[in-house]
């Protein structure tokens, strides 16, 4: 049967990331180890003001949505969550751009570069990360958590159930926001409620993307969801949007938002200072579900977003709902 809601909260087994990510090594050149392992740069104090820079750069251009909301963080945490992003960013787009053949090489060489602490001059976003990830002593273990959800996208493309795709998601956006709260502050209590919020965002993406994923020949809504709608894959491929495909599309869009609301207490657990960010960033980015059903469900041919007067109203809308539920 199937439900919106999700009362267990999943986790991939122990040690199944680092098993994924041992994988890759096959995919490194001797050569270049040894030169990563060896080649030491000392970072200066402007090339890590200038990483940063760039961190920042890439937050506006890529996600205003994330950017808007992270202003609200103390400038110290706002420097940090925007290397996390442009870290998240750039290691998501080693898979999704490289040339042909090349993804599983090209990937290699950055979790060596990540592993090694390997800081090379000419790139800023390792830079701002590896700096970011002394100063707050950010887990490992998350890190490759995070870089095994990305290696998944080189050889999976089917999720035959919400469970499995919710290992996915937990790896790509759960761990985010885990990592995230490594650097803002918490509680243990909200790690639960930060694992279902990360599921919300990467589900709310997965539905905004569902033609652009197609085009990579990628398919994420689970398996068991198409047979239950009688969606065939064919009509996604084709960008076809029959009544059974609205119909599966607002079942997807209904479950993001439970989860959007189940993770909603575990916000009021987070460091004060915070909490606001948050709240913002999951209430704009759950905006993206209107505009999609406003779009009627054409996740093909228009790209849904959060104009920015409506952010300012989402923005508006975090804020007094925080007050009114945790102060």
């Avoid at 460091?271 to 469900?297: C, E, F, K």
Wanted: hydrophobic content about 45%.
């Amino acid at each position: 049967m199937l439900t919106q809601h999700t009362e267990t909260v999943l986790r991939p087994p122990a040690g199944d990331a680092t098993a994924l990510l041992d994988s890759l090594k096959r995919f490194i050149d001797h050569s270049d180890h040894s030169r990563v392992v060896t080649d030491y740069h000392t970072i200066t104090d402007a090339e890590r003001e200038a990483a940063y820079a760039t961190c920042v750069a890439m937050t506006r251009h890529h996600s205003k949505s994330f950017y808007v909301s992270t202003e609200l963080l103390p400038p110290a945490k706002r420097q940090a969550i925007r290397a996390l992003y442009a870290f998240c960013r750039t290691s998501d787009d080693i898979v999704d751009q490289a040339a042909a053949g090349s993804a599983p090489h090209a990937l290699a060489h950055w979790v060596n570069l990540v592993h090694h602490r390997a800081t090379p001059h000419d790139n800023p976003v390792l830079i701002a990360w590896h700096d970011t990830v002394a100063r707050y002593n950010i887990s490992q273990e998350l890190i490759d958590e995070l870089l095994a959800g990305i290696a998944m996208d080189l050889t999976v493309t089917r999720y035959a159930t919400f469970a499995d795709l919710w290992m996915y998601c937990y790896r790509v956006a759960s761990v985010v926001g885990l990592i995230s709260m490594q650097i803002i502050g918490h509680v243990e209590e909200a790690v639960d409620y930060a694992v279902k919020l990360g599921v919300a965002l990467q589900l709310t993406n997965i539905l905004r993307d569902i033609g652009e994923d197609a085009g990579r020949g990628r398919i994420y809504i689970p398996q068991e969801d198409l047979v239950a709608f009688g969606v065939d894959e064919a009509e996604i491929f084709a960008h076809q949007r029959s009544p059974r495909f609205k119909a599966l599309m607002r079942f997807q869009s209904a479950r993001a938002h439970a989860l959007y609301e189940e993770s909603w207490p575990g916000i009021g657990l987070l460091n004060p200072d915070s909490s606001l960010a948050i709240a913002a960033a999951a209430t704009i980015y759950r905006g993206i579900l209107d505009s999609i059903h406003q779009h009627d469900y054409d996740v093909f041919t228009k790209r849904a977003f959060v104009p920015f007067l409506r952010k300012m109203g989402l923005l508006w809308q975090a804020r007094q709902r925080l007050k009114r539920d945790f102060q």
